[in-house]
Each structure stands twice: as structure tokens, then as C-alpha cells.
């Protein structure tokens, strides 16, 4: 099982609330990501980075801000939530060393928001 | 067009079926071809990849990639209730490039 973590697992919260998602890995990866994921639907990349001050925007646009000002952490931002970002919040990470780029997921974290 | 096309299920079979689980996808420079399995209230995790066209057998799962047609498949053999989950395929143009996945399939395993 990949080792890594994401809290708060359920998250219901009011519309205009900011938020952190937050996610950790202790296996060292340099890359990590985060993908949102709708029913029915495929997992959508909305940031990634390649190491430590490094973010970038993901295809799918968002609202978000992520940072990582540690390899091991890549919280990600709501400032203020709409309805429209009830989603499933998935992070990854994966080694650049590895031969292939093989995503390793936590659990997810599922946010509501009303 | 959706660059990676799954049909999103839900797959009900009996306990020691064989499942074929398909996906189509757009671009002809994808080289890796991953499956992906995601288990209720948990991430995916990848369960096997081939490169280029072929097969590629593990255990009771077998992954088949034919490029001219722009196909993927996955056959589970002897499915157990356990292979109950979604599974994704995904694809990557170099084994370092971003992935970009499918929608997932639904499979549940009767016993």
C-alpha cells in the first residue's frame, strides 16, 4: 500500500469557506498531483510539481492554489468554496527515477460543499 | 473527442466469469498503456502496464494493446468477488510523460 495520506478524508462545509486539503507522502517522490474525480467521469489533472517550490497548473482549470515548500507535503487551497467544487480530491506522487511514471494515490478526499 | 474512452459500466458477473474490461483511445504517439484499480473509498493503484502492442499476462489478469486499432483491453480470469472495483485505464506518450486516464469502468463480482 502507497504511503501516502490525505485528511480530512469527508469534508462538508458552507459555500464561501476557505479550505486546505492536505496530502503527505514519506516515500521521498519528487513529483506529486492533484487529480479531481466526478463520477462517471476521468480524473482530471488540476496541479502538479516537480519538486520543492515547483507548481503548475493541470489541464482542467481550477480554482485552487497548491504550494510545496516540502517534498513531502502538497496541501491544496479552496479561498473560498462554491457548490460547483463538490468533487472528489485525489493526490499522487510519483518517483522521477522510476522507469515509468506510475501515479501512487492516497485515499482521497471526498468535500461537499452547500 | 476524449483522448482515452472506457464504457463506464456497471459490469455485474457471477463469481468465476471472465471479464473484458475495453478502452479506446485518439492519439497514435501513446506508447504506455496502463490499467489502473480502484477500490471503493480508496485511490487507484496501478495493477499492470505494457508498452507498445501485445500482451502482457499476470496471474488471472491478462492487459492486450492493439495500436492499429487503437484499442486496450483487460481480461480478468476466474474473476473473484475481490475484483469487484473500478478499473481505469490510462495512457502516457513517454514513460515519463503526465498520464491521462479513462473514466473507469464499474465491476462488481457476485458471488
Known amino acids: 500500500e502507497a504511503d501516502i495520506y490525505q485528511t480530512p478524508r469527508y469534508l462538508v462545509i458552507g459555500t464561501g469557506k476557505k479550505i486546505t486539503l492536505e496530502c503527505s507522502q514519506t516515500m521521498g517522490h519528487d513529483k506529486m498531483y492533484w487529480y479531481q474525480q466526478d463520477p462517471g467521469m476521468e480524473l482530471h489533472l488540476i496541479h502538479y510539481s516537480y519538486g520543492v517550490n515547483s507548481t503548475e497548473k493541470g489541464d482542467l482549470s481550477s480554482e485552487s492554489t497548491v504550494s510545496r515548500i516540502r517534498t513531502e507535503h502538497f496541501p491544496l487551497t479552496l479561498e473560498s468554496a462554491r457548490p460547483s467544487h463538490t468533487s472528489q480530491y485525489l493526490c499522487?506522487?510519483?518517483?522521477?527515477?522510476?522507469?515509468?511514471?506510475?501515479?501512487?494515490f492516497g485515499p482521497g478526499t471526498r468535500l461537499t460543499v452547500l | 473527442q476524449k483522448e482515452v474512452e472506457q464504457d463506464p459500466g456497471p459490469l455485474s458477473v457471477p463469481e468465476g466469469a471472465i471479464v473484458s474490461l475495453n478502452c479506446t483511445y485518439s492519439n497514435s504517439a501513446f506508447q504506455y498503456f496502463m490499467w489502473y484499480r480502484q477500490y471503493s473509498r480508496k485511490g487507484p493503484e496501478l495493477l499492470m502496464y505494457?508498452?507498445?502492442?501485445g500482451n502482457k499476462e499476470d496471474g488471472r489478469f491478462t492487459a492486450q494493446v492493439d495500436k492499429s486499432s487503437k484499442y486496450i483491453s483487460l481480461f480478468i480470469r476466474d474473476s473473484q468477488p475481490s475484483d469487484s472495483a473500478t478499473y481505469l485505464c490510462?495512457?502516457?506518450?513517454?514513460?515519463?510523460?503526465?498520464?491521462?486516464f479513462g473514466p473507469g469502468t464499474s465491476l462488481s463480482v457476485i458471488p
Open positions: 499522487a506522487s510519483s518517483d522521477r527515477d522510476r522507469g515509468l511514471n506510475e501515479q501512487f
Open positions: 490510462a495512457v502516457m506518450k513517454t514513460s515519463y510523460d503526465k498520464v491521462i
Open positions: 505494457t508498452y507498445s502492442s
